[in-house]
């Protein structure tokens, strides 16, 4: 089946820092989307991106389909900020990746 | 609140013990999603309903089914359960089957003793 890798695993920021999570998928997908799940558990969907470019506040993703790659960046960060980012692709199923664990420091 | 609600939130049982989640999806979403999420297997799609009808089908094991009922709201049914299916597991709505945004619930977390 499809591989989603994730990088980097954990990351540390201080509160205003910018960031860009990666998310390496191994073939082409139909779909492609970004979640994060807050230290309490509660999960987010963040983007529907199976190419291109989106926007949302200081959220910004962007996925280069033919390169098999999706980028999350964060500017700004706070510390709401802070929790696990999965990325997930869909092509005969859907699949996770590992995940990004991001603590944003005061 | 994502509008999306799971019962129970916790739930303890033993292996060999059959339990039912249950999800309420948000106001007009047609559409109800189920994941698991493990420390073993981290998160995986398990199924998808649309309308009363599944639409996409992941990583559910045969001992496990779901169904959604006519009001919309959905069950996912775990039997002869083993202690690798605690987790937690999380049910979420869209409007649609396509690509819009999903609402995820709360989540039931499930131990297996």
């Known amino acids: 089946g499809i591989q989603v890798e994730q990088s980097p695993p954990d990351l540390i920021l201080q509160e205003g820092a910018n960031s860009t999570l990666r998310c390496n998928f191994s073939?082409?997908?139909?779909?492609l989307q970004w979640f994060h799940q807050n230290p309490w558990g509660q999960l987010i969907n963040l983007f529907y991106?199976?190419?291109g470019t989106k926007q949302n506040g200081r959220l910004s993703a962007t996925t280069v389909a033919t390169e098999r790659y999706s980028l999350l960046y964060i500017s700004s960060s706070q510390t709401t900020d802070s929790g696990v980012y999965f990325c997930?692709?869909?092509?005969?199923?859907?699949?996770f990746g590992a995940g990004t664990r991001l603590t944003v420091k005061p | 609140d994502s509008g999306v609600t799971q019962t129970p939130k916790h739930l303890i049982t033993a292996t060999g013990q059959r339990v039912t989640l249950r999800c309420s999806p948000r106001?007009?979403?047609?559409?109800v999603y189920w994941y698991q999420q493990s420390l073993d297997q981290g998160l995986q799609f398990l199924i998808q309903?649309?309308?009363?009808?599944?639409?996409a089908k992941g990583n559910i094991l045969e001992r496990f089914s779901a169904q959604q009922f006519p009001d919309l709201h959905s069950e996912l049914n775990l039997s002869s359960l083993e202690l690798g299916d605690s987790a937690l597991y999380f049910c979420?709505?869209?409007?649609?089957?396509?690509?819009?945004?999903?609402?995820f619930g709360p989540g039931t977390r499930l131990l297996v003793l």
């Open positions: 979420a709505s869209s409007v649609d089957s396509g690509k819009e945004t999903q609402y």
């Open positions: 073939d082409s997908v139909n779909n």
């Open positions: 991106i199976p190419s």
């Open positions: 997930a692709v869909e092509r005969s199923d859907m699949r």
């Open positions: 106001s007009g979403d047609l559409s």
């Open positions: 309903y649309y309308n009363g009808e599944e639409r």
